[in-house]
Structures are given as structure tokens and as C-alpha cells.
């Protein structure tokens, strides 16, 4: 007689402890160079260099060290797979936001071996983003969500060559700085566009569902978010580069196809989510966010596109003040602080309890924030390209009422997380 086969035993889920505090480490470096890039928009025009200073503690510091912290984890969750080390994950971290520190300060301090080695290790931090996103998936236990993992390595493989193209030009290879008015429109598409912005969407394709209460379907325009904007930017900026006209202008239509496309999936699942009853006002500025930053996306990404197929190829087809409201401020920034605002509860460290006071806190004055937000968005939006400085001051206190504000209580309710649960 055969003896009974022995009952299969189910996969110990992973120890994600490390892992949720290497995002919040990162969420809230990212909100320091958030609230840095702030401050610097203060300093005289000079000295801040117009509008790069506070565009660089913007992109290659929030943008960069809350992905850096973010993308392996989703990549981990979605696989249903141990994560990296918490030794590789905060290395990672430490090297995207110290580079984008020392080139901060390299340039702003006319110190050009300074930023050249911040170059250098931000590239290196970005390998190692890489790498922690991507080990993860030789365990996996369940799908490993290849359009997300395949989206992430193509972000990746754009911000180390926008990058490349940055740290070249600063320790002064000829070549590159007598071409540099082509190639800059190049390195803002690569950082701004295909990193990330593919990145932003490319997670929100499973995000904004679960921030709104609907079901995450696989959708059509899903695929073509990914897309357009994996294919869109790099063309854009070889078109520049190459001083291609038509190659600049597929990849314009391409990008503006992925922008379009992830507008269509946001409103096919905003159709379906949950009408919550409970802790409205966090609900309210986490999805008020993230639907008020796809807006500027789509209007952004109109006025970046529109220029390469109205200019082509030419230098002043890139232009930081017609995009710096709309995708940095309205977009990028939104989009970090809603994030932000619904993962410090749902997985932060602390008691339920502690979890219920941390929604409450950040849904304080919720539509007061999205409101200063979104008025300091449109004041840039207006104010840069037209050259209206009343409009540009104004963008200054109502973004720090919003997104600073924003910043501040959600330090505080990390805080509230890590304090001692009562016996």
C-alpha cells in the first residue's frame, strides 16, 4: 500500500520590512529635494542659473530618489517575490541622491569636477536601480508583470543616457559643447520624458486603480501607454541630436500617442472605482491628485510635442519654461506627493491605530493643498513662457502652500508611524 503523498506546503511569504523602509528613506529624501527646489526658486535668477537649479533638485532629486526607492518594490510586489537586499536598495538610493546633490553643487559652485563625479555616481545609482529591480523576478511566484519590468529597464536605459549627455558636456568635450544647443533638447526628453514620465505611467497602469478602488483589467491603452512613450522619447532626441526633422517628429507623434493613451485607461478606470465613506479627505487628495497630475501630463506633453512637430529638429523646439508648470510642477510633483500621501499608510511601519491617525492628519485640508498645487501649475504654466513675473512670484507661495505643506505632514505622519505602540 502506497503511503499518502505528503501535503504541499505553501510559500512562506517574504519579510518586506526592509523593503517598505527603503521606500519611505527615499519618499522622504525625495520630499527634502522637493522642498529644497522650492526654497532655491528664491534665490536671484543668477545664482540659481534661471530655471535649472530648482529643475535639477526637482527631476534628478525628488524624481529620481522616489523612484529609486519605488520601482523595486513594485517590481517585487507585482512578481510576488523576495525583494533585493535592503543593502543594494539603499546604496542605490544613496548614489541617485547624492549624485543629484554634488551636481547641484557642482555647477551652481562652477566646480565642474564636482559635478562630473555626481554624474558619475548618479549613473551608477541608476545600475543599481536596475539591477534591484529586476533580481527580484528569478523568484518570482506569481506573474511578473513583463510590460511593467520591460517599461522600467527602458526608463532606466533613457535617464543613463540623458544623463551620459549631461556628465560629457560638464567636464567639456568639445564635440558636445559646440553641439550642446541640439543636444540638451536630447537629455531633457531622455530625464524628463522617457524616464520619468514612463516611469510615473508606466506605474500608475496598477497604482491609480488601487489608489482609486477599481479592479486593475489589462487593457489596450495600457500597452500603448508603454509604447509611445518607451519609443517616443528616444527618437525624439536622436531626431535633435542628428538634427533629423522627420525622426523627431515620429517620435513626437509616438509620445504624444502614450499620453493620450494613458488618459483613455485613467478614465476607463475611473469609471469603476469605489465610492469610499471612510477618511475622505486622504482619499480625496491622493486620487484628486493623481487625476489633476494626468491632466497637466496631457497638457504638458502637448505643448512639448507640439513644439518638435511645429520646429522639427531645430534648438528651440526644446523649451523649459513652456514645460516646467505642466510637467514638472503640475505632473511630476503632483504625482510624487499624491503617491506619497496613500503609501505612507498603507505601508508605512506602525499599528492600525497609528495607520487611522496618519490618514487623518494627511487628509487635512485636502482640497486647499491641490488647490495651491494646481494655482502654482498654472501660474508657471502662464508665467514662464510669457514672461509675466507677478505670475511667476505668485507660483512661489501657492506651490509652497500646496506641495510644501504636503511635504511637511507627510513627515510628520511617518513620525506618528514609528513612535512606540502602547502596551
Not at 510628520?412 to 514609528?418: I, Q
Given at each position: 500500500?502506497?503511503?499518502?503523498?505528503?501535503?504541499?506546503?505553501?510559500?512562506?511569504?517574504?519579510?518586506?520590512?526592509?523593503?517598505?523602509?527603503?521606500?519611505?528613506?527615499?519618499?522622504?529624501?525625495?520630499?527634502?529635494?522637493?522642498?529644497?527646489?522650492?526654497?532655491?526658486?528664491?534665490?536671484?535668477?543668477?545664482?540659481r542659473q534661471g530655471a535649472w537649479l530648482p529643475l535639477h533638485l526637482a527631476l534628478a532629486g525628488a524624481a529620481a530618489t522616489a523612484i529609486a526607492g519605488v520601482m523595486p518594490f513594485f517590481s517585487a510586489?507585482?512578481?510576488?517575490?523576495?525583494?533585493?537586499?535592503?543593502?543594494?536598495?539603499?546604496?542605490?538610493?544613496?548614489?541617485?541622491?547624492?549624485?543629484?546633490?554634488?551636481?547641484?553643487?557642482?555647477?551652481?559652485?562652477?566646480?565642474?569636477?564636482?559635478?562630473?563625479?555626481?554624474?558619475?555616481?548618479?549613473?551608477?545609482?541608476?545600475?543599481?536601480?536596475?539591477?534591484?529591480?529586476?533580481?527580484?523576478?528569478?523568484?518570482?511566484?506569481?506573474?511578473?508583470?513583463?510590460?511593467?519590468?520591460?517599461?522600467?529597464?527602458?526608463?532606466?536605459?533613457?535617464?543613463?543616457?540623458?544623463?551620459?549627455?549631461?556628465?560629457?558636456?560638464?567636464?567639456?568635450?568639445?564635440?558636445?559643447?559646440?553641439?550642446?544647443?541640439?543636444?540638451?533638447?536630447?537629455?531633457?526628453w531622455l530625464n524628463l520624458v522617457g524616464f520619468v514620465s514612463l516611469v510615473i505611467a508606466t506605474t500608475l497602469l496598477h497604482f491609480f486603480p488601487t489608489v482609486v478602488g477599481a479592479r486593475i483589467v489589462?487593457?489596450?491603452?495600457?500597452?500603448?501607454?508603454?509604447?509611445?512613450?518607451?519609443?517616443?522619447?528616444?527618437?525624439?532626441?536622436?531626431?535633435?541630436?542628428?538634427?533629423?526633422?522627420?525622426?523627431?517628429?515620429?517620435?513626437?507623434?509616438?509620445?504624444?500617442?502614450?499620453?493620450?493613451?494613458?488618459?483613455?485607461?485613467?478614465?476607463?478606470?475611473?469609471?469603476?472605482?469605489?465610492?469610499?465613506?471612510?477618511?475622505?479627505?486622504?482619499?480625496?487628495?491622493?486620487?484628486?491628485?493623481?487625476?489633476?497630475?494626468?491632466?497637466?501630463?496631457?497638457?504638458?506633453?502637448?505643448?512639448?510635442?507640439?513644439?518638435?512637430?511645429?520646429?522639427?529638429?531645430?534648438?528651440?523646439?526644446?523649451?523649459?519654461?513652456?514645460?516646467?508648470?505642466?510637467?514638472?510642477?503640475?505632473?511630476?510633483?503632483?504625482?510624487?506627493?499624491?503617491?506619497?500621501?496613500?503609501?505612507?499608510?498603507?505601508?508605512?511601519?506602525?499599528?492600525?491605530?497609528?495607520?487611522?491617525?496618519?490618514?487623518?492628519?494627511?487628509?487635512?485640508?485636502?482640497?486647499?493643498?491641490?488647490a495651491g498645487i494646481n494655482g502654482g501649475a498654472a501660474a508657471l504654466a502662464l508665467g514662464l513662457p510669457l514672461g509675466l513675473e507677478p505670475l511667476q512670484a505668485a507660483a512661489v507661495p501657492l506651490l509652497?502652500?500646496?506641495?510644501?505643506?504636503?511635504?511637511?505632514?507627510?513627515?510628520?505622519?511617518?513620525?506618528?508611524?514609528?513612535?512606540?505602540?502602547?502596551?
Open positions: 500500500m502506497s503511503s499518502p503523498a505528503a501535503p504541499r506546503r505553501r510559500p512562506v511569504p517574504a519579510d518586506r520590512s526592509n523593503d517598505r523602509l527603503v521606500v519611505l528613506a527615499a519618499l522622504g529624501i525625495a520630499l527634502v529635494f522637493l522642498l529644497a527646489s522650492l526654497v532655491s526658486m528664491l534665490l536671484p535668477p543668477e545664482t510586489a507585482l512578481a510576488a517575490a523576495p525583494p533585493a537586499g535592503a543593502r543594494l536598495r539603499f546604496t542605490a538610493v544613496g548614489a541617485v541622491s547624492a549624485g543629484a546633490l554634488a551636481v547641484s553643487v557642482g555647477v551652481i559652485g562652477q566646480a565642474s569636477v564636482l559635478a562630473v563625479a555626481g554624474g558619475l555616481l548618479f549613473i551608477t545609482g541608476a545600475g543599481l536601480t536596475g539591477l534591484a529591480t529586476v533580481r527580484p523576478l528569478r523568484r518570482a511566484l506569481g506573474p511578473s508583470r513583463g510590460l511593467v519590468t520591460r517599461a522600467y529597464v527602458l526608463a532606466l536605459s533613457a535617464l543613463a543616457a540623458g544623463a551620459a549627455l549631461a556628465t560629457i558636456f560638464l567636464a567639456g568635450w568639445p564635440p558636445l559643447v559646440e553641439s550642446w544647443a541640439h543636444a540638451r533638447g536630447a537629455h531633457a489589462a487593457r489596450p491603452s495600457a500597452r500603448l501607454t508603454v509604447a509611445g512613450l518607451a519609443l517616443g522619447a528616444p527618437l525624439v532626441a536622436l531626431g535633435l541630436v542628428l538634427g533629423s526633422d522627420p525622426l523627431a517628429r515620429i517620435g513626437a507623434v509616438c509620445s504624444l500617442g502614450g499620453a493620450a493613451a494613458l488618459a483613455v485607461y485613467a478614465a476607463q478606470t475611473w469609471r469603476t472605482r469605489a465610492r469610499w465613506t471612510s477618511d475622505r479627505g486622504w482619499h480625496r487628495f491622493a486620487m484628486g491628485g493623481l487625476v489633476c497630475a494626468i491632466g497637466w501630463f496631457e497638457a504638458g506633453m502637448a505643448l512639448a510635442a507640439g513644439r518638435v512637430l511645429l520646429l522639427g529638429s531645430e534648438p528651440a523646439a526644446w523649451s523649459i519654461d513652456v514645460v516646467a508648470g505642466p510637467l514638472v510642477a503640475g505632473w511630476m510633483s503632483q504625482a510624487v506627493v499624491a503617491s506619497a500621501t496613500h503609501l505612507v499608510p498603507a505601508i508605512g511601519p506602525g499599528s492600525p491605530v497609528a495607520h487611522a491617525s496618519q490618514r487623518r492628519l494627511l487628509g487635512r485640508d485636502a482640497e486647499l493643498r491641490l509652497g502652500l500646496g506641495l510644501g505643506s504636503t511635504a511637511l505632514l507627510l513627515g510628520v505622519a511617518v513620525r506618528v508611524g514609528l513612535r512606540p505602540s502602547a502596551p
